[in-house]
């Protein structure tokens, strides 16, 4: 493969995060659009990378986007399940194919959904049409109409997980019965790196898929097998609405409502390959396209190694806040509600610096674990995210990271952490952990709890919490530094960056990415 200059839009998402660093290691120069360029400030790949600022609706931003560039990558997709989404799809896609046209891009890739013919979901329709504004902008464009994708991290992966594990018996939809083909993460970024090199004569869209055709309760008890857990029963109820089993979902896993909604939406038909023309354009991987069965295995190997690379986590949640906290300077003038807390500690920075950075997830956030389920159930049961999110790396956090109900605004390694609620609150709000080195050894921690109310509903929000605030708060800043003064402590931070795993052989430090000599392995048992 040739080098080419390619622009990556949807970098700080799912495929886009793991497509970027794929593309440089085969020495392309990278280019990536983002609306929030501080977002990429902690990948290891930010400093290879020309990033441009802005989104696909600025025409003046997407055309300094794709200036001088070869190829274009179309990996945007809104998740929203209401408002205009599928106008302003169209208006981004249009936006971005006029711009290639006039730059002189000679080939666009985009990454779609596979669908069956006749009606289809919103969601569906705007991805068709997608892809159909950017086959005729006069760009050559490869289409690629993908089923569910099967990876560490992926939303979909996710909900089959959650779900499998959680229920011992499932009443489920009727779209458990529906025929699906699943692909591997793996298999998609192969396909996705060979299409810069197609010829300009190659303009259309392909199916792609993984071997196995499956039910989607055949997919749920197929992960139950890999996991160790006895297949589930499963009762096809016709009362299960798309928007009631959306409603389930978010309730049962630690996919938002507003995920929920256009996965769940698309699964109502079958969607599997109607054609195998790509393998006369790309032929598989050497070692042949990856089996469900092991693509839930490699997931799951990620998963449990706390090593997985992307997350449906990193996506921006919609209706979420995201503008970031003013400086204090900014403050006057407006209402605002702030709970701070000092400690002095014996422990040396680092140590108490290791445990702010290990909080949330599975570690809970050492207070009143009880008040914080109770606010994490209130907030799914209006459609929130929850606090089940947790956190993709169990040790370290990296800007734009999500962390329960919370997303990481900003780091400063070793001493301030900020991060944003996304939680559903009549305002805006942000907690500030802090660790400052103390003069004649130890450290000082500081933790502030900023709120800007909206309206009344806001200010009474923050005066009906504000007992709690005593007791979670105060306890959450004596619990952190006691874990940084006690040994127990050590068992629960991270090891040092880069350290790997004795017990794990280098293949399977990575075992989602490809294998540059794939190794012979017994065949998986048929999950049809």
Not at 267 to 274: A, S
Not at 292 to 308: C, D, I, K, M, P
Request: glycine fraction near 8%; include cysteine.
């Amino acid at each position: 493969m040739s080098p080419s200059r390619i622009l990556v839009t949807g970098a700080t998402g799912y495929i886009g995060g793991r497509l970027v660093p794929r593309l440089l290691a085969r020495g392309h120069d990278v280019r990536v659009l983002a609306r929030s360029p501080q977002k990429l400030t902690d990948v290891p790949w930010a400093g290879e990378v020309e990033v441009v600022e802005g989104d696909l609706h600025d025409a003046d931003a997407v055309a300094r986007a794709v200036r001088d560039v070869d190829v274009v990558y179309y990996l945007v997709h809104s998740m929203r399940a209401r408002g205009d989404f599928d106008e302003e799809e169209s208006a981004a896609a249009r936006t971005v194919a006029e711009a290639a046209k006039a730059a002189g891009v000679r080939r666009i890739v985009y990454l779609g959904a596979l669908h069956p013919d006749g009606e289809l979901s919103r969601h569906l329709r705007s991805r068709v049409a997608v892809g159909r504004i950017l086959l005729d902008s006069g760009v050559p464009t490869v289409v690629f109409q993908a089923g569910v994708v099967i990876g560490s991290g992926s939303a979909s992966f996710e909900m089959i997980r959650h779900l499998t594990e959680v229920l011992p018996y499932m009443p489920a939809p009727r779209w458990v019965r529906n025929r699906i083909q699943p692909i591997a993460i793996r298999d998609v970024l192969h396909y996705l790196l060979e299409a810069a090199e197609l010829p300009p004569e190659v303009s259309r869209a392909f199916d792609i898929g993984g071997p196995d055709i499956l039910r989607y309760g055949q997919m749920m008890n197929a992960y139950a097998l890999e996991a160790g857990l006895p297949q589930r029963p499963i009762a096809s109820l016709p009362v299960f609405t798309p928007w009631l089993a959306s409603q389930w979902v978010n309730l049962v896993t630690p996919i938002p409502r507003s995920l929920a909604v256009p996965i769940i939406e698309s699964l109502q038909y079958d969607c599997v390959m109607r054609e195998h023309d790509i393998d006369a354009v790309i032929p598989p991987p050497t070692e042949g396209l990856t089996p469900y069965r092991r693509a839930v295995r490699l997931a799951l190997a990620r998963e449990r190694s706390g090593e997985v690379e992307t997350s449906w986590q990193d996506a921006s949640v919609a209706g979420a806040p995201s503008d970031p906290l003013p400086s204090d300077p900014e403050w006057s003038g407006h209402t605002v509600y702030t709970d701070l807390r000092e400690r002095d500690s014996t422990a040396d920075p680092e140590m108490l610096w290791r445990v702010v950075e290990g909080i949330g997830g599975e570690r809970g956030w050492y207070s009143f674990p009880l008040a914080w389920a109770l606010r994490g159930w209130a907030d799914k049961l209006v459609g929130g995210v929850g606090l089940r999110r947790g956190r993709r790396d169990a040790d370290h956090l990296n800007t734009g990271d999500a962390l329960d109900w919370w997303r990481v605004e900003r780091i400063e390694r070793g001493s301030s952490l900020r991060l944003r609620a996304e939680m559903r609150v009549p305002g805006r709000a942000w907690l500030e952990l802090a660790v400052r080195p103390r003069e004649g050894g130890g450290s000082q921690y500081r933790q502030r709890a900023v709120f800007f109310p909206r309206g009344l509903s806001g200010r009474l929000y923050w005066f009906a919490i504000l007992p709690f605030h005593g007791v979670i708060f105060n306890g959450m800043a004596n619990r952190i530094v006691y874990e940084a003064e006690h040994p127990k402590a050590a068992s629960r931070v991270a090891r040092p960056t880069g350290q790997q795993n004795p017990d794990r052989s280098p293949a399977q430090e990575h075992p989602d990415r490809p294998n540059p000599r794939p190794q012979q392995e017994p065949t998986p048992a048929s999950s049809r």
